[in-house]
């Protein structure tokens, strides 16, 4: 996540896809939004592309206090496993809320919200 937020200026991560050769990760920067692939690792940016409309996702961003990365580190804390995905949206209750995919060491995936101007896991 963080080479896809440093490959724009002022990056911040909002939405995170595997994709075939590594990371697909959407990026808002200055109201506009990118498509960026990272190589699995995370150390290389493969590629990088503005996109013609930005989704509705950014003005949820726009209302969050905590970043991609640390809603990260705080779905981990609750639900130890390696990142299979995640994007910020709307809780039924109209929270915005990271939503935050994790695969254990046995291979089953975990879903953990993580409220995205507390930070607190939901």
């Not at 994709?19 to 697909?24: L, S």
């Not at 209302?63 to 804390?77: P, S, Y």
């Not at 209750?93 to 896991?121: M, N, Q, S, Y």
Request: charged share 30%.
């Amino acid at each position: 996540m963080q080479a896809a937020a440093g490959a724009v200026p002022d990056g911040q991560v909002f939405d995170v896809e595997p994709g075939p050769d590594g990371w697909e990760i959407k990026v808002a920067s200055h109201g506009q939004e990118h498509k960026v692939r990272v190589s699995r690792d995370g150390a290389q940016v493969l590629g990088e592309q503005q996109t013609a409309k930005p989704s509705d996702d950014m003005a949820k961003l726009e209302q969050a206090g905590v970043d991609a990365v640390k809603a990260l580190q705080t779905a981990q804390q609750r639900q130890p496993g390696e990142l299979d995905e995640m994007e910020i949206d709307r809780a039924t209750d109209g929270t915005v809320v990271w939503e935050v995919g994790l695969r254990d060491g046995k291979g089953i995936e975990h879903e953990v919200a993580v409220d995205a101007k507390t930070g607190a896991v939901r």
